[in-house]
């Protein structure tokens, strides 16, 4: 079985630049989320999909972050324009049900903002 | 707002010892998450914890959640270097099963031949 796909792996940006990040979750998992997971710290939730509506993105920065999930499967998240705080990894994660299976992540994104 | 603490932070150990991790949180709930990183990967789920007095094991790793202490444990057993990673512990704090959680900071175990 296919895990969650994130790409790209590695992004280097300048600050007040944007940036975008995709994922492609498993197949048939209807619920998307995104998390950050900053140096050295735990995972933080940003935004939940529940097929292509959002469920929760109450910690989502949205004067300069936003996601969108395009016919409930593909989502991306941008970042426009970045800050120095913005340096994280990104992780994309998806599950069937919610909350009655696993929990299965991405790589996650590792940007770096300078 | 709700806080998971992990204790310890940071924990070293020789193979063969036993050890336990502590998660703590600061609101009701009666879903608890176990997730292992290792360094530059993603997360892997351990245990899903349901209801007050569960218990789960695998391997060398049993968890434990009381519900009524806001009390989360990860014992483990007989220690392997294998084991060496990060460990999470996450709190759903809508009681809905949304996955909407909130991550402690980790424990770093290392492992020791």
């Known amino acids: 079985e296919a895990g969650v796909a994130q790409s790209p792996r590695y992004k280097i940006i300048e600050k007040r630049q944007s940036v975008a990040f995709w994922c492609n979750p498993i197949?048939?998992?209807?619920?998307l989320y995104w998390y950050q997971q900053i140096l050295g710290q735990g995972p933080k939730l940003l935004i939940q999909f529940q097929n292509n509506g959002v469920v929760d993105d109450s910690q989502l920065p949205k004067d300069r972050f936003s996601a969108e999930r395009l016919k409930g499967v593909d989502s991306t998240l941008k970042i426009q324009p970045a800050k120095l705080e913005d340096s994280a990894v990104y992780l994309c994660?998806?599950?069937?049900?919610?909350?009655?299976?696993?929990?299965?992540f991405g790589s996650g994104t590792q940007l770096s903002v300078l | 707002e709700l806080k998971v603490e992990q204790n310890p932070l940071f924990l070293s150990m020789q193979e063969g010892k036993n050890y336990t991790i502590y998660c703590n949180y600061s609101t009701t709930s009666d879903r608890l998450y176990w997730y292992r990183q290792d360094p530059g990967k993603s997360l892997e789920s351990l245990f899903v914890l349901l209801s007050n007095g569960a218990v789960k094991q695998e391997g060398r790793l049993m968890a434990s959640l009381d519900t009524k202490a806001r009390l989360s444990t990860l014992h483990i057993t007989a220690a392997v270097h294998d084991l060496s990673a990060t460990y999470f512990c996450?709190?759903?704090?809508?009681?809905?099963?949304?996955?909407?959680?909130?991550f402690g900071k980790g424990t770093k175990l290392s492992v020791i031949p």
């Open positions: 996450a709190v759903d704090p809508s009681g809905a099963g949304s996955y909407q959680l909130t």
């Open positions: 197949s048939g998992h209807a619920t």
């Open positions: 994660a998806s599950s069937l049900a919610r909350g009655r299976e696993k929990l299965f």
